[in-house]
């Protein structure tokens, strides 16, 4: 049963332009969201997050959309660079566990120069 | 970066066998994770301990124990290994524990043949 869900396994966009990658949930307990970056032969890297109490939260290039009464999370990356190409990791966590964070299949976002 | 490291890195074995794989840190956090990452299922979590000596399962704990006798090393241990434990296995820290930044080592890839 996986809770948190990114239909999307990839996406390619040109260079300087936007990366808009989704992410959805079906925990209505779910209340803190985050986004992982992961390069290959390495670790996962935090990136950006955000609590249900919000709907956005941006960093820099990065905003993240938060969409409660959807249980729908999107990913911006404006402008696209070419080091941005990566696994993006949706994750979330709440409910009776907040230590048992639910992640979802990912997406391999490739930035074209 | 954090200071997490993973031992060994690579590890073939054959079904059947112990398997013990290791986390060490040395940023002194107090919660530590263990997660096993698959094609199409992303990152789950296995077990993870919230203080020395004490832990607590995962979504897929069936298969593994963990022990944590001291802060700065955590052991993930498949008793009895089979093939369905091919993975990639990551593990991570954090200071706050909860729906917070989490910091993931290198990872360890274990193959059952």
């Known amino acids: 049963d996986q809770q948190v869900k990114q239909n999307s396994p990839s996406l390619s966009v040109q260079e300087g332009r936007i990366s808009i990658l989704n992410c959805d949930y079906t925990?209505?307990?779910?209340?803190?969201f985050l986004w992982y970056k992961k390069y290959p032969a390495e670790g996962p890297t935090f990136l950006i997050s955000?609590?249900?109490?919000?709907d956005k939260n941006e960093d820099g290039r990065f905003t993240v959309f938060l969409n409660k009464s959807a249980k729908h999370l999107s990913l911006h990356i404006v402008p696209s660079q070419p080091g941005d190409s990566a696994v993006y990791f949706c994750a979330a966590s709440g409910g009776d566990n907040n230590n048992d964070m639910r992640f979802g299949a990912g997406t391999r976002l490739t930035v074209k120069p | 970066d954090a200071g997490i490291t993973q031992s060994p890195r690579h590890k073939v074995t054959e079904t059947g066998t112990p398997v013990t794989l290791r986390c060490h840190q040395t940023?002194?956090?107090?919660?530590m994770y263990w997660y096993r990452q698959d094609p199409g299922h992303g990152l789950r979590l296995i077990h993870y301990?919230?203080?020395?000596?004490?832990?607590d399962k995962g979504e897929v704990s069936d298969g593994y124990s963990v022990s944590r006798s001291k802060t700065e090393d955590f052991l993930l241990t498949l008793e009895s290994a089979t093939s369905s434990q091919t993975s990639v296995y990551f593990c991570?820290?954090?200071?706050?524990?909860?729906?917070?930044?989490?910091?993931f080592g290198p990872g360890t890839r274990l193959t059952v043949l």
């Open positions: 301990s919230y203080g020395v000596k004490d832990t």
């Open positions: 955000i609590s249900s109490i919000k």
């Open positions: 991570a820290i954090s200071g706050a524990g909860g729906p917070n930044e989490q910091f």
């Open positions: 940023e002194n956090h107090r919660y």
């Open positions: 925990n209505s307990m779910f209340d803190y």
